[in-house]
Structure formats: C-alpha cells, structure tokens
C-alpha cells in the first residue's frame, strides 16, 4: 500500500536550510527527499515509528552500561524506567539531604521489614555529575538520572533467594515471589518520583531483564506462601527480557492494576498465560498486594 504524502509547512533557519539544500545537491536529490530521510532515520535510532512509547537510544545505551559495570561473577535481575514527555529534569536531584528526592532513593519504603525492595541503607551520592546513586554492598543498587531514569539492579542471592540451585545445575533461579514483589516496588518508585520531575510526566516505559554473564539458564521457582502452582503451569527457563511497558500516571493511577501490565510481561517472558499467573487477582487483574505483607 502507497504511503499518501501531507504537505506541510516548517520553519528552519537560513543557515540549516542552506546546509540541507547543500547536501541534497551533492547527494542529486531534492530539499524534501533530504527531510524525508532525516525523519525516517531519526525515528529508526529510536527503535520505532513511535518513540515515545520505546526507550530511546540514549536510554539504552545507558541500560547496556550500567550492566556492564555490574559484577561479572554473578547474575541479575535489571529493572529499568524512563518517563515521558522527555526532555525533562528532576527537581534537586543533588540537592542533598534536605531534597525531598534525596530521601526517597535513600529510603525508597516498601511493603514489609525485609522484603524485596530497593531499600540500600546506603547515603545518595552524586556520580559523574549525570546520576544519584545507592548501594547495598553488591546485593543491590539504584540509580536516578537528571533526566528521570532509573535503573536497579538485584544480584542472583537477593532475587533467588531460598531457590538458589548448585552451581552444576546450569539454573539462574529466581524466586517468583520476590520477583513480583520487587517489580511492584519498582513501579510504586516510579510513581512516587513523578511529582519531582520539573514537567509532570504523563507515562513511565519501564523494562526487567537478566544479566547473565556465564548465560545460564533462567527459570521461576514458586515460594509458597498461601498459593499453589494452577495444575497445568509448568513456568519454561529462558533467556532475555521483557517488552517494553508503557503505563499512564493519571490521577487514578492505581498501582495494583498498573503494576499487573508490568508484572504481567515478566511472567510471558516465562511463556506463561494469565490464568497461570501468581500474587495477583486474575479475575480483576490486579497484584494482590496483601500477599507481600507479614502476617
């Protein structure tokens, strides 16, 4: 099918104008061919026809780096969320310990004492001028940038916990539980560090995967705590991550049934279907967040 052409008006300075009418002429093609082909190719770096709903290059860039400088001699769990519309800036970022943002990646809550939460106990310290960061020896970190992404990362005894395998296994396993709770927690951030952005975002894109470095295999084992495994679920051990999550920060927002579109993607990444899902209310598709509480 034919692409139909708009015609359409912009502005551009003399001197850009005059530098683009420049390089059609050396490439034999006219002004419009030239714009034509700057979009397409901008869009193409940003992975997609619609950036803002997909990480950027920039975004991932930053992703790819931080799981560099992680500890090669283990492996991770990597949760990762941007905002948008970008660009856009958070409000004090180094703004010490007075900075409402300084103490929420210093004590970031969770659902319980000693669940799985991106609580590090550690003091936020500006890196390289570009991002706050928090660490919990090499169990756990988190790290906001001037721009509102964030990243963490949690090791293979914090997210595997009581599921760990022998090294012969070949397994990366990772306790569902702590998983789905971790991944809530995640959100709940993102929610909680929206107000702080100098532009009040109007969605978050966030993205879990594994860093694997020896690329043994992933599986999900199941924790008991009041819920079985449904009788045909048989989680599959893979690889890779999850989709790219786009989720609106309305008025409304409700972290149960936003968090599930999160959560929702992490168990396909384990080829399961919804019916098979744990730590939710699959009817109303919504976390059940009273399962990530002390009884």
Do not use: C
Not at 87 to 101: A, D, L, Q
Not at 120 to 149: C, F, H, M, S
């Amino acid at each position: 099918m034919l692409m139909k052409n708009i015609t359409i008006n912009i502005s551009l300075p003399k001197a850009l104008l005059d530098a683009a009418d420049k390089q059609a002429e050396n490439e034999l093609r006219n002004r419009s061919e030239l714009i034509r082909e700057a979009v397409r190719d901008y869009l193409l770096k940003r992975g997609q026809e619609n950036p803002t709903d997909a990480f950027t290059q920039t975004e991932h860039k930053r992703i790819d780096q931080f799981a560099s400088d992680l500890d090669t001699e283990r492996k991770w769990i990597v949760l990762s969320l941007v905002y948008r519309p970008q660009p856009n800036r958070v409000k004090e970022i180094f703004g010490g310990e007075s900075s409402p943002v300084t103490k929420l990646v210093e004590h970031p809550g969770g659902f319980r004492r000693m669940g799985w939460d991106l609580e590090t106990l550690d003091r936020a310290r500006p890196t390289a001028g570009e991002y706050l960061q928090v660490k919990n020896g090499i169990r756990k970190i988190l790290r906001v940038y001037r721009d509102g992404q964030v990243l963490f990362a949690g090791d293979e005894e914090f997210i595997g916990w009581n599921v760990s395998k022998d090294e012969e296994d070949k397994l990366f396993s990772v306790n569902a539980l702590a998983a789905s709770e971790l991944i809530t927690n995640f959100v709940r951030f993102g929610q909680n560090l929206s107000p702080y952005l100098d532009d009040r975002p109007s969605k978050m894109i966030l993205k879990a995967g594994f860093h694997n470095p020896r690329k043994e295999t992933v599986r999900l084992a199941l924790v008991q705590k009041s819920v079985l495994f449904p009788g045909a679920s048989s989680p599959e051990a893979i690889h890779g991550f999850t989709q790219e999550v786009s989720i609106p920060l309305t008025e409304d927002f409700s972290l149960e049934k936003e968090g599930y579109k999160f959560l929702a993607e992490f168990f396909f990444l384990f080829n399961l279907r919804e019916d098979e899902f744990w730590y939710v209310n699959k009817e109303a598709k919504e976390i059940n967040l009273e399962l990530f509480k002390d009884r």
